[in-house]
DNA sequence: TAATTGCATTTTGTATACAAAAGATTGTAC
DNA sequence: GTACAATCTTTTGTATACAAAATGCAATTA
């Protein structure tokens, strides 16, 4: 457990929001764990808040499936498996698909230049190495097709799906060696958009999808196996 | 506002979860119209609990979209804009198509008898001619599919999304003039997928779909109509 | 030693209290 | 009559209090 997840006072909202992205965000990047327990007064004296605006937090993280509440035991980070993981991107393929045929019929002008500006960002993020940085830049790429669909629903869908992959995101870029395939995969899509390509962008963005999850799956065995040498050097 | 939005005591469930699914009813089944103000003391004083889970409630209503929040000033019902509907139903098309799809390949003997003792009930259920029934019997035909899917996370995905839509369901189904499209529809999507013909398959859940949209906005035009032509009397 | 019972502690679930913001209302000035 | 201001009310946001369930531990018993 880091000791440096603090609420960020300088936003104006409800303590609850604060909270609740404060939380989201500890899990998201794996400073709480999956199935460690969300004790309601640890929380609230860790954040120097309530219980109120804790639980009020908690109920929506519950129902973004990044808890899970066990009545009168209270919330846990939501574990993630591997059928889980299967799950969310069986539905990101579908969403991810329609999301760029979307993008090819409605994307403007301007965000096509910030479609081709992100490429580039993204290629020289992978040239510095920083896992961060890519990550980000790989973020704002996605975010300006997904933007592009106009459909307020199917955003909002999708980035709570992908959510539910930044917990492996790290990993997952880490695993990527040279970064190649990944730059290839963005130019295969941003250029089918802008082509107005329906069906390439839809195959490219597949393609990009299946193999971020045969990444992450490898990721996850790979963990796995630490995780049991860890036991067997404690027995 | 009608009266009789009771809490379910029989249940046995944290009060938030009561006052969530009783909520939630109210809100499909327009007993709460879009627009409308939740205030919490009312809610709490009307259901005979204390605000605390009244605001968890509402906390998981904002997130499933079925309420939207404006800060220091509360909840209200959301409203359905044609917009929203048509962001809706086109996520729907795709994720329908995949659950048609998935089910292809899924599907066991034993569902298989269900889908297609179902598939007979609605046909029954349309001749009965009563919108609750025939509600009913959409309902359960379309859940064997979707649970078929075996993917937890589609589940739920279309479960929130079919929300949005019931609460035009009922004008919906009024409107279908024989249900004799709806029938045909069911059957088509019910042999592909005992045919295991996945391409076909999407193509009917596609089409249903389709038939949908343009009959709820119908619907929705409809009512606009009529709520102007009441402006006009009052002036 | 293993199991079980009882008690103390922790933690959640719910209610209530209080502060601050938003909204409504009344009164006054022009 | 309208505009503006002060005040009063309502309503949310947050904190706290209290009850009931769950958990852990120790002592007792077979």
Chains 1, 2 share one sequence.
Do not use: W
Not at 18 to 28: D, E, G, K, M, P
Not at 185 to 211: P, T, V
Request: include cysteine; charge should be neutral; aromatic fraction near 4%.
């Amino acid at each position: 457990m880091g000791d440096n997840f603090t609420v960020n006072m300088d936003e104006f909202l409800p303590l609850r929001d604060v909270v609740f992205n404060t939380l989201r965000r500890a899990i998201l990047t794996g400073e709480l764990k999956p199935g460690e327990r969300l004790m309601e007064i640890h929380l609230a004296n860790r954040l120097g808040v309530s219980r109120t605006p804790i639980r009020e937090a908690i109920r929506k993280l519950e129902l973004e499936g990044l808890v899970t509440m066990i009545p009168r035991r209270g919330a846990e980070v939501a574990q993630i498996t591997e059928k889980s993981l299967q799950d969310v991107l069986e539905v990101r393929r579908a969403l991810d698909a329609l999301c760029v045929e979307l993008a090819c019929d409605r994307i403007t002008f301007e965000e096509k230049e910030a479609l081709k500006r992100a490429c580039d960002e993204f290629e020289e993020a992978t040239r510095t190495g920083d896992v961060t940085t890519i990550a980000g830049a790989d973020v704002a790429l996605h975010d300006i097709i997904v933007r592009a669909t106009g459909n307020q629903r199917l955003i909002q869908l999708i980035n709570n799906l992908s959510e539910q992959m930044y917990r492996y995101r790290f990993e997952y870029i880490k695993d990527e060696k040279g970064h190649d395939n990944l730059v290839n995969e963005h130019r295969m899509i941003y250029e089918s958009i802008l082509q107005g390509d329906k069906k390439k962008a839809a195959e490219a963005a597949k393609l990009h999808i299946d193999n971020q999850e045969k990444s992450i799956i490898r990721q996850i065995h790979l963990e796995r196996e630490q995780q049991l040498k860890k036991k067997d050097k404690r027995q």
